[in-house]
């Protein structure tokens, strides 16, 4: 038999987990001392303890470690490490692109003088929202206005649930004749009407930008968000969003109050 201290030594494991071990029954001492509230521990006891040193290595918490060693099937077994496995996959895929972020954050700031950006880019997992839309070819992007202007009239804002938004489905910048669409968020789903389609849009991982600004100057916002999606190893994966946090009534294109984000739906390579 071996006191704490002892076995604490042999096991090069702290005295402090050992009572922590045995006061959640995960290794309890082989005998307590009645008279003294000594613990004392077994030489094969050592197995049980290594056993759950390497289990904690693996990153299982000790309440899994207590039903694998004391409830579990092997075949059972297997499977938690196997959960484990996948867990700890899907951490190294996230750390590395916590990685890549930080290596694309230095080679911008190595190519600018000030060591800041002017846009800060980051990644939404945003949830799926149900709309109300009107999408038409319109003559220019600022044309888009008129649709909300529509879209006002005909579902009334007290159905929104959000900053209103626009998506634009064609594959590149045009001069004239553009694909917008108009959409506001509403708090529940409404019948669709002549002209004005309510459906959900899909949620998913979105490239996020937040411009603050006039409208002219967006463009500045979208070649940062699409640079960044570059050079952080993603693909765009659908057309482009605004949503348009804020603006004054009437809307003017040169205000430079504004704040709009821009958001590029993507995927990893």
């Not at 951490?91 to 700031?109: F, K, P, T, Y």
């Not at 879209?151 to 910048?173: C, F, K, M, Q, S």
């Not at 004005?196 to 100057?217: F, K, N, Q, S």
């Amino acid at each position: 038999m071996f006191r704490i201290g002892h076995f604490s030594r042999i096991a090069q494991v702290s005295i402090k987990t050992l009572r922590h071990y045995d006061e959640i029954g995960l290794l309890k001492p082989n005998h307590v001392d009645p008279e003294t509230g000594y613990r004392l521990y077994a030489a094969d006891q050592l197995a049980r303890l290594h056993r759950i040193l390497a289990m904690r290595e693996m990153g299982l918490s000790l309440e899994q470690i207590g039903r694998a060693l004391d409830h579990l099937a092997p075949t059972r077994l297997r499977e938690m490490l196997d959960q484990q496995r996948l867990a700890l996959s899907q951490r190294i895929r996230e750390e590395e692109d916590r990685l890549s972020r930080v290596e694309a954050r230095l080679n911008l700031m190595e190519r600018r003088k000030d060591n800041m950006p002017d846009y800060e880019t980051v990644i939404k997992d945003i949830p799926p929202v149900t709309v109300a839309g009107i999408r038409r070819t319109v003559p220019t992007y600022a044309d888009v206005g008129a649709l909300f202007a529509e879209l006002a009239i005909r579902v009334g804002t007290a159905e929104t649930a959000g900053p209103p938004l626009a998506i634009w489905h064609d594959e590149g910048y045009r001069e004239r004749d553009v694909d917008g669409e108009a959409l506001w968020p509403l708090k529940k789903p409404i019948p669709s009407q002549d002209g004005v389609t309510v459906y959900e849009l899909a949620g998913g991982l979105v490239a996020a930008t937040v411009h603050h600004g006039t409208y002219a100057a967006l463009t500045d916002a979208y070649t940062a968000t699409l640079q960044w999606i570059g050079e952080n190893g993603l693909t765009v994966a659908g057309p482009p969003r605004e949503i348009y946090l804020y603006c004054s009534q009437p809307v003017r294109q040169d205000d430079p109050s504004y704040v709009t984000e821009v958001q590029f739906p993507v995927l990893h390579q």
